[in-house]
């Protein structure tokens, strides 16, 4: 069914951290034509359950901007819709697993993911890129702090999405295959061992235990790939 490229490789890639020169953490994320701003700041201040404990907080928020899709997107204007609200917990939770919260103090890490073009694989992308503006985030917070980010940073968190379209395992869905799939499934795991995260469901119907053995093992490779990619920046900054 895909012409560019096979069912088990995932969409182009580019990473390009430091997007933006205010926040102390950006990075610019795309994967194939889906492309996400994610920046990363922090305040001097948790949530009330957190206060007192020297325990330090991350959150994130999640948008679609207006030109994202086909057609005007009208502007959130309160808290977000149900699945706004869902995505941006779930890129919260991954990437509350790269870092030791207890290590930062009594501060709050926002992370924003905005979607500038979708075509499939939006909160994916948000964890992705988040990762690199958390770590960029945390560097220049570690001037702060007095010790290596390596001592607050714990790891990369890496996601994609799989999916069954037509009888056919694909993955890194674009939305025409994502639109059309008859099982989908995003994976988010913790230096390519650990699953953080597995959401999956059965569009048309139920699939079978064999079915998910086999998406899992291809997003692990998926997943593979882009840890690369994303240590590789990491690295370099």
């Known amino acids: 069914m895909r012409v560019d490229r096979s069912w088990n490789e995932v969409r182009p890639v580019e990473i390009i951290p430091g997007w933006l020169d205010n926040p102390p953490g950006s990075c610019l994320f795309r994967m194939g034509k889906t492309r996400v701003l994610c920046t990363a700041t922090w305040i001097d201040d948790v949530p009330n359950f957190l206060k007192g404990t020297g325990n330090g907080w991350l959150t994130c928020e999640y948008r679609m901007l207006p030109g994202s899709t086909l057609g ?14 869902e995505i941006q917990r779930l890129i919260g ?26 075509d499939g694989g939006t909160r994916t992308a948000g964890i992705n890129g988040g990762v690199i503006a958390l770590y960029m985030c945390l560097k220049a917070l570690e001037r702060q702090l007095g010790h290596p980010v390596e001592f607050t940073f714990r790891g990369v968190v890496s996601a994609i999405s799989v999916g069954v379209v037509e009888g056919q395992l694909l993955l890194d869905l674009e939305y025409s295959e994502d639109s059309q799939a008859t099982v989908d499934m995003n994976v988010v795991a913790f230096e390519g061992r650990e699953f953080i995260e597995v959401q999956g469901t059965g569009e048309r119907g139920g699939f079978t235990r064999s079915v998910l ?3 899992l093992d291809l997003a692990q490779k998926g997943i ?13 900054l």
């Open 72 to 85: 005007r997107l009208p502007r959130e204007k309160s808290a977000g819709s149900g699945r706004t609200f």
């Open 93 to 118: 939770r991954s990437l509350r697993a790269c870092v030791d919260l207890e290590h930062i103090g009594e501060r709050t890490i926002y992370v924003d993911v905005d979607v500038l073009q979708a």
């Open 213 to 215: 053995d086999e998406l």
């Open 224 to 236: 593979e790939d882009l840890l690369a990619k994303q240590k590789e920046v990491i690295g370099n």
